[in-house]
């Protein structure tokens, strides 16, 4: 028994090591160069042969210690197993911690602007990450072109406030319309696609809102995007050093010395506070009819039908209340940025968005803050080594899938219960 | 002979050049178990899925006799046919919401008057008094029907975790919560054991006698069908070949000679 768990495992990552060697040899081993203004092959056999061997070798020390259940052999991973439980069962003392952390973190005294900086990015991420969740995790509607929302309310964020000159708050709900109803749009479609069909005309909604904007240049400005966003001001108090004559801005009207920090705090208010919206939101539509049909669904369509549910309302209210918090997000980016072009709603900002739901477990809204905090401060962390980014981030998915495969927090609460059974733990 | 409940007249179905039901009449009466059996391929689920609306049949019609209204069938289209005209289902292969807890399954089948009473979702969020009543009244109908299976003490735990025999019977109760006028199950007893399937026969019992309402079965375990079917209807290759009480069915050359072939 274990003579022959041991062979088949060596003969499993000899097979991987086979596989990697296919991949690898030609992307990595056969590098062009130029040289003399033509283009040589320099190849680099070394280096596939470490890889080669770190693969074969990662997937016979899983296939050991991971893979196999058998006592003797195997190690039980104890450490994850006390994790699991840990999140599992402290999972509304986490979330509360984090939301008191991030009330108090721009007054920490190590907080500085770098910080600030990532942390406004994630806390997008994460609403972002939120309210895709309710299509993916919730209404299990695999959606890879969710940065089209986040688009198309960035920019009519920035045309209704440059061109009319309307305030944030104004704009902020007109853009969050106009995202919900190309979430519609995008739902007429695809109401009778599942699963991996859906992925792909999805994906292609992203890109042909990408391309859209980038060619409808007389609106759009194109591939030059779109400057002079205006700023949002404080309830009508704007930031800004050197007010114009007789103006009230935000440190006049509170006897404060100008910093800009000042509006970068305010910042990070807002998004916080629209994050937080979002997961109030979710979690209260969770425990509604409407909510528990988006589940069900997931579960299973034909039921459903059998029901009386109507699958197709059920559908475009999900991608559309989806997409609405999507243009949200994209209207507090545009404000940030006050510059907006095609360039930053890539199809890999709908892979990161997914890579999040997925990875933090799908349905589950603390999930999804680890899994942001994971993984877009594990690209933070590698900015300075620009070309490892990448790897790391495939490689922290790797991890993830290994050790959790169903997500980090994958536990699911009923919306309503008979008993109270937290009462009888 | 009771009121009609449901009127199948000259039913057709096909699916290209093959006949699944071929120009099918029979009646199911109210407050009446009415059996659709005959051996495999016969066209049984086909009857069901052309009446629940999820096949569009060729031809013929399907009357639903509603108190002061004769619906028919062929208007709605899938999941139409339970919302609008009371028509309740289960599957051959269960197909309960096996990540959604029991309690949950229940009040997925109450969607459309929670949903209605939710104000499409706006009054729920504000947990208008309305809604919450509305609320609380649905999961009494759920507990109502949980106490009857008795699995209320596993309300909260996933149905998928249920073993198989409670599955059919939740499944059963969760097509009872829409509230309807006829009901379909398709094969229920499949995979249970004697003692489940007695206590189907019982629960089976209770909703024709206690909720008056009609109930179509298709079945292969003849204990079940000999037992509680008033009315049974025997199909073969799509047609009928014999139609009358369980045990006229029993002694019918006709069937014997469907399930067992003629003599040499």
Redesign the interface.
């Known amino acids: 028994m274990r003579k022959n768990f041991l062979y088949s495992s060596i003969k499993d990552s000899l097979f991987t090591g086979l596989i990697a060697l296919a991949l690898f040899g030609p992307i990595v081993g056969l590098r062009t160069v130029a040289k003399n203004e033509v283009l040589v092959v320099s190849p680099k056999w070394f280096i596939v042969l470490v890889i080669v061997i770190v693969c074969a070798l990662g997937r016979f020390l899983t296939n050991l210690y991971i893979y196999n259940r058998d006592q003797k052999f195997g190690i039980q991973s104890t450490i994850g197993k006390s994790i699991t439980n840990f999140l599992d069962t402290k999972g509304t003392q986490i979330a509360l911690s984090a939301i008191i952390f991030s009330v108090i973190f721009p007054f920490l005294p190590f907080t500085d602007r770098y910080l600030m900086d990532i942390a406004i990015m994630m806390l997008t991420y994460i609403m972002l990450g939120w309210g895709l969740n309710i299509v993916i995790g919730l209404a299990g509607l695999l959606d890879l072109g969710y940065v089209a929302f986040y688009a198309v309310g960035a920019y009519s964020y920035a045309l209704f406030a440059i061109h009319f000159g309307w305030s944030f708050w104004i704009c902020l709900p007109i853009a969050g319309i106009f995202a919900a109803m190309f979430g519609v749009l995008l739902g007429f479609p695809v109401l009778r696609l599942r699963g991996d069909y859906l992925a792909i005309v999805t994906l292609a909604f992203g890109e042909m809102i990408r391309i859209l904007l980038l060619n409808w240049y007389q609106l759009t400005k194109g591939p030059d995007g779109l400057t002079g966003i205006p700023r949002p001001s404080f309830f009508g108090l704007p930031f800004k050093s050197f007010p114009d004559e007789g103006e009230q801005t935000f440190h006049t009207f509170f006897g404060l010395e100008y910093s800009p920090m000042q509006r970068i705090i305010f910042l990070y208010y807002l998004i916080l506070v629209l994050a937080l919206i979002t997961n109030l ?1 979710t979690i ?2 969770r425990r ?3 909510g ?2 988006w ?2 669904l997931r ?2 369509e ?10 197709r309302n059920t559908k475009l ?1 999900a991608f559309a209340i989806g997409a609405m918090f999507g243009g949200f997000a994209g209207s507090f980016f545009a404000t940030r940025q006050a510059f907006i072009s095609p360039e930053s709603f890539t199809f890999i900002e709908s892979a990161i968005i997914v890579a999040i739901v997925v990875l933090g477990g799908m349905g589950s809204q603390t999930g999804v803050v680890l899994a942001t905090v994971f993984l877009i401060g594990l690209i933070e962390v590698f900015r300075d080594f620009e070309s490892y980014r990448m790897i790391a981030f495939g490689g922290a998915m790797v991890l993830i899938m290994i050790f959790r495969p169903r997500g980090i927090l994958a536990t ?1 609460k ?6 109270k ?1 937290e009462a009888t733990k | 002979m009771t009121e009609k409940l449901l009127d199948v007249e000259n039913l057709t179905m096909k699916f290209g050049g093959l006949l699944a039901i071929d120009n099918l009449s029979f009646s199911a009466a109210k407050d009446q178990i009415t059996s659709i059996i005959g051996p495999n391929g016969a066209g049984k689920t086909t009857v069901f899925n052309c009446l ?3 096949y569009k049949a060729t031809a013929g019609s399907m009357f639903l006799n509603k108190e002061n209204e004769r619906l028919n069938l062929k208007k709605f289209s ?7 005209a009371g028509v ?4 051959q292969n269960i ?7 029991v ?2 399954n229940l ?3 109450q ?2 008057k ?2 209605d009473a ?1 104000g499409f ?1 706006i009054l ?2 504000f947990n208008a008094p309305s809604f919450v009543n509305k ?1 609380k009244e649905a ?1 009494e109908i759920s ?1 109502y029907w ?1 106490d009857i299976i008795g699995l ?1 003490h596993r ?2 735990d996933d149905a998928g975790d249920l073993p198989y025999g409670d599955q059919r019977k939740l499944e059963i109760v ?2 009872m919560c ?1 509230n309807p006028h006829l009901l379909c199950l398709d094969e229920p007893a499949a995979g249970l054991n004697a003692k489940e399937s007695a206590e189907l026969n019982k629960l089976l019992l209770f909703i024709k006698k206690e909720k008056k309402t009609g109930i179509l079965l298709i079945e292969h375990d003849m204990s079940v069908v000999m037992e509680i079917s008033d009315h049974v209807v025997v199909l073969n290759y799509g047609k009928k070949i014999f139609q009358g009480s369980a045990k006229e069915t029993k002694n019918s050359p006709a069937v014997i000679e469907a399930y067992l072939g003629t003599e040499e």
């Open positions: 939101f209260k539509i509604l009819p409407i528990r049909a589940e069900a579960e299973d034909i039921a459903c039908k059998s029901l009386g549910v109507n699958p209210t699911r009923p919306t309503i219960t008979l008993q059974k | 629940t609306g999820f899938d999941f139409k046919v339970a919302q609008k309740a289902r289960t599957f197909r309960l919401f096996p990540q959604m807890s309690l949950e009040m997925v089948a969607h459309n929670l949903m939710s979702t729920g969020l609320e999961v507990k949980l209320t309300a909260d969760r097509a829409i």
